[in-house]
């Protein structure tokens, strides 16, 4: 039996690299609908190559477009729009499978309906792991279905750790420590004061990875990894103490498991995210990722260190939003999604992100996140904050 997949952010980073590895194994895997925000050209391309029952778009008009380019190349694919389309992507497409591949705080409805759907989802929209740990995790239980992580630290860790962990993750399997490794990013050791007027384009010059423009601000501020720590606590259910981040220039060991005995367990490969999607598509089994072998011998050497948190404020208000808990790192997430944008989009000074996301964190009065309208509505409140703090910023 074939994989029916629907790929929530194809025309992404990650969408066209698990699309990459579904091309390579046509006898494995079938696209059963495919969604973007705003790609239509590219959306298109992939229709007409893949054949989805379903495509999705963010507007009306980009649907109109869209349409015609599939009706002039005799493509049945039924094509919707707007945010209820997506769930609709995931629950009337057949699709046996989902990869969660869209950016941030829009990725959550689909891929909780996709969790309460019973499918196996491959998440790597962290974004919404943080805004609702809680919820879906008992949302993936309830349904019955496989959550495989794609995000490369996580899937290491998975790789790293026996089968019945994941089920059972308080039981006595001798796990001491999940270490997060994290490259530094491009601001490693940049002077702190050239800091201040970093661009978007030197905060998006990832030295190891290719991504999406958030994830590459995210990971120059270290807020990646801060998220990456929330996602940590969710899937693998130890107490926040025990996940530890370490830095690793090379990007070579993608995360660790320290056991009691003294033994740790790690995962290599190359900075490649079709490794990590191809172990989510195939589980259990292994394929072919297209991906170069890692020659251990070509590498000058792997470096570890500690974090330095002055340099990385972003990293502290995670830890510290983790620690608090409920709707803390919904707030997190929404005030640090619109400081990004602002960044990218509206000349926000990359040192300012941090800082709206602290004033965000300790303009709003925490509650407990345990329904989907509360977690909405909390992350409504939390970009309307930061908007209005990054107003002042910039008058
Ligand atoms: P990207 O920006 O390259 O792609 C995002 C996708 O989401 C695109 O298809 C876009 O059209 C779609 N999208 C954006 N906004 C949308 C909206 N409002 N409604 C519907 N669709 C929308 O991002 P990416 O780098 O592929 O990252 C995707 C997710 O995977 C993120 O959560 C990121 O943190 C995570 N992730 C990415 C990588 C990586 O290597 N790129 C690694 C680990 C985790
Ligand atoms: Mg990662």
């Known amino acids: 039996m074939k994989r029916l997949i629907t790929v929530l952010g194809s025309t992404g980073s990650i969408g066209v690299n698990t699309l990459d590895v579904i091309r390579a194994h046509p006898d494995r895997f079938q696209v059963a ?12 391309e992939q229709c007409i190559e893949f054949k989805p029952a379903i495509a999705v778009v963010s507007e009306a008009s980009d649907a109109v477009r869209l349409e015609k380019l599939l009706l002039e190349n005799n493509i049945k694919t039924q094509v919707l729009y707007g945010p209820q389309a997506l769930v609709t992507a995931v629950t009337d497409s057949g699709c046996d499978t989902v990869m969660a591949a869209i950016v941030g705080a829009a990725g959550l409805v689909p891929t909780l309906a996709a ?17 609702s740990g809680n919820l879906f995790m008992q949302a993936m239980k309830d349904g019955g279905g496989e959550l495989l992580p794609i995000d490369s630290e996580h899937n290491a860790i998975f790789q790293c750790l026996p089968n019945e962990f994941t089920k059972a993750p308080h039981s006595n399997h001798g796990v001491e420590e999940l270490w997060l490794t994290a490259s530094g990013g491009p ?3 940049t002077p702190l004061d050239q800091l201040a007027s970093i661009t978007p384009d030197q905060a998006c010059a990832h030295p190891n990875w290719v991504m999406g423009r958030k994830i590459s601000v995210d990971s120059a501020t270290m807020m990646n990894k801060g998220l990456e720590v929330i996602e940590a606590f969710w899937l693998f259910g130890l107490p926040l103490e025990k996940i530890k981040v370490l830095i690793h220039p090379q990007s070579v060991v993608h995360s660790m498991v320290r056991y009691r005995d ?4 790690a995962q290599l490969g190359q900075p490649d995210m079709r490794t990590p999607i191809a172990y989510g598509l195939a589980w259990p089994e292994r394929i072919e990722a297209g991906v170069a072998p890692l020659n251990l011998t070509q590498l000058a050497s792997l470096h570890f260190s500690e974090p330095e948190l002055a340099r990385f404020p972003c990293l502290a208000l995670a830890f510290a939003a983790a620690k608090a808990g409920g709707t803390a790192p919904t707030v997190l997430n929404a005030a640090n999604e619109v400081a990004v944008a602002a960044f990218l989009g ?7 992100i941090p800082a709206v996301v602290e004033k965000t964190l300790n303009a709003i009065a925490l509650t407990n996140a345990d329904s989907l309208e509360d977690i909405l509505s909390m992350d409504a409140q939390a970009r309307k ?3 209005e703090f990054i107003q002042v910023l910039q008058k």
């Open 33 to 44: 609908a495919l969604t973007a925000g705003k790609q239509v050209d590219r959306l298109a």
């Open 115 to 131: 969790a309460k759907a019973g499918k196996r989802v491959l998440l790597a929209n962290k974004e919404a792991l943080v805004m």
């Open 187 to 189: 601001f490693r050791n």
């Open 262 to 265: 003294g033994s740790v367990l």
């Open 346 to 352: 509206a000349g926000l000074p990359y040192l300012q």
């Open 385 to 387: 904050v930061a908007r």
